[in-house]
Antibody, heavy 120, light 109 residues
Framework: QVQLQESGPGLVKPSQTLSLTCTVS??????????WSWIRQPPGKGLEWIGY???????YYNPSLKSRVTISVDTSKNQFSLKLSSVTAADTAVYYC????????????WGQGTLVTVSS | EIVLTQSPGTLSLSPGERATLSCRAS???????LAWYQQKPGQAPRLLIY???SRATGIPDRFSGSGSGTDFTLTISRLEPEDFAVYYC??????????FGGGTKVEIK
């Protein structure tokens, strides 16, 4: 059974960089069959896809966030990470990591999510 | 960018009733790339339907998906108490970009 677990600071100051890591267990991030995504959900609102990475390091980002987002992968640790720069209060959200099947583009496994609050 | 509009925003129904949720796209969406999720408070979304009409593993057959082009529907044939939740549709488009609808809340009447 694949499991994903987000980790990182729950509080980030405005203008700083938000950094989160997703640890994958029960399966290899290097399998080549999946993209590994970040998705966020502001409190009480809907879902927004941030971007995804393939095990090779290829990335695809939401155009609305592309200038501030970096997603990276560490296959040796079976982890992938998110960095979001120049954050504001609008970036306050629950951040999820999720897996989607290559060429299928739906999310079959999700982490439990982690709330990140942007506040001074 | 393809925008997904879900309606109604809230659906008030009783257990045992049929729920029909709509997801309308601003441009045609490949049926292969339309999915539905269920989200309960404090939980991550759960995949229900992919490819517009294929049920995910372990999803009861009271959940069904249909549609093509710009109009897609999620139907819950008979609501069980555990089905009261928020439902989201999601599509994949070129660029590549994945987008979600705004959600439909199914609440107990």
């Amino acid at each position: 059974q694949v499991q994903l677990q987000e980790s990182g600071p729950g509080l980030v100051k405005p203008s700083q960089t938000l950094s989160l890591t997703c640890t994958v267990s029960g399966g290899s991030i290097s399998s080549g069959d999946y993209y590994w995504s970040w998705i966020r959900q502001p409190p009480g609102k809907g879902l927004e896809w941030i971007g995804y990475i393939y095990y090779s390091g290829s990335t695809y980002y939401n155009p609305s966030l592309k200038s501030r987002v970096t997603i990276s992968v560490d296959t040796s640790k079976n982890q992938f990470s998110l960095k979001l720069s120049s954050v504001t209060a609008a970036d306050t959200a629950v951040y999820y990591c999720a897996r989607d099947l290559v060429w299928e583009y739906y999310f079959d496994y999700w982490g439990q999510g982690t709330l990140v609050t942007v506040s001074s | 960018e393809i925008v997904l509009t879900q309606s109604p925003g809230t659906l008030s129904l009783s257990p045992g009733e049929r729920a029909t949720l709509s997801c309308r796209a601003s441009q045609s969406v490949s049926s292969s790339y339309l999915a539905w999720y269920q989200q309960k408070p404090g939980q991550a979304p759960r995949l229900l339907i992919y490819g517009a009409s294929s049920r995910a593993t372990g999803i009861p057959d009271r959940f069904s998906g249909s549609g093509s082009g710009t109009d897609f529907t999620l139907t819950i044939s008979r609501l069980e108490p555990e089905d009261f939740a928020v439902y989201y549709c999601q599509q994949y488009g070129s660029s590549p970009t994945l987008t979600f609808g705004g959600g439909t809340k199914v609440e107990i009447k």
